[in-house]
C-alpha cells in the first residue's frame, strides 16, 4: 500500500453522485489487414471511481493542499477506502479536480480516481 492516506477531513461522496467502473485492461493492435489483435495490459482488472464532493472552504483547502503539496500535484498514488464496502484501494488522481464555488461558504468539486 501507499505512505499515504486519503484525508479523514473531507467529507463523504455527495449522495447519489458516487459512481465506479473498470479500466479497460486491454489494447488493440491494428494491422494493415485483418481484425484488430488484443491483449492485456494488465494481470488483473483496475477499476475507477468518481464522485462530487460538497465542501466548506477549509475542506476545499485540505483538498488542495493534499493534491498539490501531499501528492506533488497528483503524482503520488494514495491509499482510498471505498464508501460501501469499506474496501482499501491504492489510487491516484485522474486530474486535478476543480472545485465549484455555490454559495457563500459551500464548494462542490467532482473527483476521479483510478486503482494503480
Do not use: C
Not at 58 to 76: H, I, P, S, T
Request: negative net charge; aromatic residues 12%; proline residues 8%.
Amino acid at each position: 500500500m501507499a505512505d499515504i492516506d486519503y484525508p479523514v477531513s473531507l467529507p463523504p461522496p455527495m449522495g447519489g453522485t458516487f459512481e465506479e467502473g473498470d479500466i479497460p485492461s486491454w489494447v488493440e493492435d491494428r494491422g494493415e489487414v485483418g481484425a484488430p489483435d488484443r491483449r492485456n495490459r494488465f494481470t488483473r482488472s483496475l477499476s475507477n471511481f468518481s464522485y462530487t464532493l460538497r465542501m466548506t472552504h477549509v475542506q476545499k483547502e485540505a483538498l488542495n493542499q493534499f493534491y498539490a503539496v501531499d501528492l506533488v500535484r497528483g503524482v503520488k498514488q494514495f491509499n482510498w477506502t471505498h464508501p460501501t464496502t469499506g474496501e482499501t484501494y491504492e489510487v491516484q488522481f485522474a486530474g486535478k479536480p476543480r472545485p465549484r464555488h455555490l454559495t457563500a461558504d459551500l464548494w462542490e468539486a467532482d473527483v476521479s480516481l483510478q486503482e494503480v
